[in-house]
């Protein structure tokens, strides 16, 4: 029974009673169902991810949607622990829905994979789950694919970080798009050489990744020994972005004698002119003042925006203590996310992708109940070539058959009638050209691969 369009009356038949129960017909809020007709395009997401992970050398892995809470309370950052879904299990042990996937993946880099060979690549299609507040874009459920680097210090190692995110975008058909990067250790070593200790740098990116500029100046005041840094904190907070090698140069000059920051920039630079021969330099905008929420981000970050939102649509950074956090060696790493979910919906409201559920090419149509094993057989032998075949289970008149096979989208309808299956043969009619031709049953797979070549699509 639909009540109001949205809730729905199930009998719930338990071992002592029947009764009725109330279920709501949507999921939980903020999370989505993919239906047949978005499907195609979050597949076709999914598999440029994994499509990625073979062309760079990334090993794919999976891990369970359900960690221990305290994995992700050892440095996922604030921001991310208050958005958690913790939960207790019957043994009293606190659990979490993943809020991300670079914590598991330490994990498995600091314990089942710390004998693997230097340096790791290892990529993920995950869904994430974080309790925001539900918005476009925002979701409480979605999905990122990653790609994260293990055991290289070295600048090659971020900068294909940004090299792979750019070739999604442009094989994710993504038009207008920059990558907005940054260097947290600039940042870092202008407040260690004030004095300020790792958690309160962490606590002061998390502000300034929030846009709480002047909170986070105040607590820079607050821990920071001399006002020099904290000076130098506030310029770099306020610099306006521009174009990575001028930015870097302006942001050069203000750092003066401050070697250990200059030495960040540097890297920052680096990075920069390896990725300048993929990246076209006008998608690069470097901003000293940003700052990302995760506070294991300890040198180069970035994030990719489209020019139709103001939302990222991925990001990540250079996190070198992550897996020493979690016991293991320290190993540093290096990696990113796509925020799979949020591209979907950027290309379909802002980009006009198109939408439409997967079809069958063929259409299987018996005309009579004896002839069903016949359709069964022909339905084999189209799949045998590589069509996606549709049977239909129940007997239909040829008139009505059509009309079936055109509301499924099918390209063909393929008709076995009790003529047809006495003679050996079925029918085939393209829908679109309208022409029809009689095939004989043993030339089916044959005639079925030739089809295929002629209308170019299949599985
Ligand atoms: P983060 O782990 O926060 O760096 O997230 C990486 C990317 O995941 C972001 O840039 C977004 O594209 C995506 N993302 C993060 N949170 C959400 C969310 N609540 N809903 C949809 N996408 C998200």
Redesign the pocket.
């Known amino acids: 029974m639909v009540l109001g369009g949205r809730l729905f009356y199930i009998v719930a038949d338990s071992l002592q009673q029947r009764q009725l129960v109330r279920v709501p017909l949507s999921p939980p809020r903020g999370m989505d169902d993919i239906l047949p007709d978005e499907f195609p395009l979050h597949r076709r997401l999914v598999e440029t991810v994994r499509l990625l992970f073979r062309l760079y050398g990334y090993r794919e892995v999976e891990t369970p949607t359900v960690e221990y809470y305290e994995l992700f309370a050892a440095k996922s950052g604030e921001e991310?622990l208050s958005h958690m879904y913790v939960f207790k299990d019957a043994h009293g042990r606190q659990l979490a829905l993943r809020p991300?996937m670079t914590a598991p993946i330490a994990r498995l880099v600091t314990g089942k994979l710390s004998k693997s060979p230097h340096p790791i690549r290892l990529g993920y299609v995950a869904d994430c789950y974080?309790l925001?507040e539900p918005q476009w874009?925002?979701?409480?459920r979605?999905y990122?694919g990653g790609f994260e680097i293990f055991g290289s210090k070295e600048p090659a190692a971020d900068a294909e970080c940004l090299v792979i995110f750019n070739d999604f975008l442009a094989r994710a058909g993504v038009k207008d798009y920059f990558f907005k990067v940054g260097h947290v250790g600039v940042q870092r070593a202008v407040m260690t050489s004030a004095g300020i200790k790792e958690e309160d740098q962490d606590r002061v990116l998390a502000l300034l990744d929030k846009g709480r500029v002047e909170e986070a100046e105040s607590l820079v005041r607050q821990h920071a020994g001399n006002s020099e840094a904290v000076q130098l904190f506030s310029e770099l907070a306020a610099h306006p972005p521009g174009p990575g090698f001028k930015t870097l140069e302006e942001v050069r000059e203000r750092l003066g004698q401050l070697e250990p920051a200059a030495r960040e920039l540097e890297n920052l630079r680096r990075i920069i002119e390896l990725v300048s021969q993929n990246i076209e330099p006008s998608r690069l905008k470097y901003y000293p003042g940003f700052a990302?929420?995760?506070s294991y981000y300890t040198g180069f970050i970035f994030?990719a925006y489209g020019s139709g939102a103001d939302?990222?649509?991925?990001?990540?950074g250079r996190y070198d203590g992550l897996v020493s956090l979690f016991g293991g060696e320290d190993i540093p790493g290096v990696g990113f996310?796509?925020?799979l979910?949020?591209?979907m919906q950027y290309i379909m409201d802002k980009e006009g992708a198109e939408l439409g559920p997967d079809t069958p090419l063929a259409y299987i149509a018996p005309l009579a109940e004896e002839v069903i094993g016949h359709a069964f057989k022909a339905a084999s032998e189209f799949r045998r070539a590589g069509i996606p075949t549709e049977l239909e289970p129940s007997v239909y008149s040829a008139s009505e058959s059509i009309r079936r096979a055109e509301r499924r989208g099918a390209r063909f309808v393929v008709m076995i009638g009790r003529r047809e299956a006495e003679k050996g043969t079925v029918t085939v009619r393209d829908l679109v050209e309208r022409v029809q031709e009689e095939w004989r049953a043993d030339e089916i797979y044959g005639q079925a691969k030739a089809l295929l070549e002629k209308v170019g699509v299949g599985v």
């Open positions: 991310i991300e974080r925001d874009g925002r979701r409480r979605f990122h990302r929420g995760l994030e939302i990222a649509l991925g990001g990540g996310a796509i925020g979910t949020r591209v």
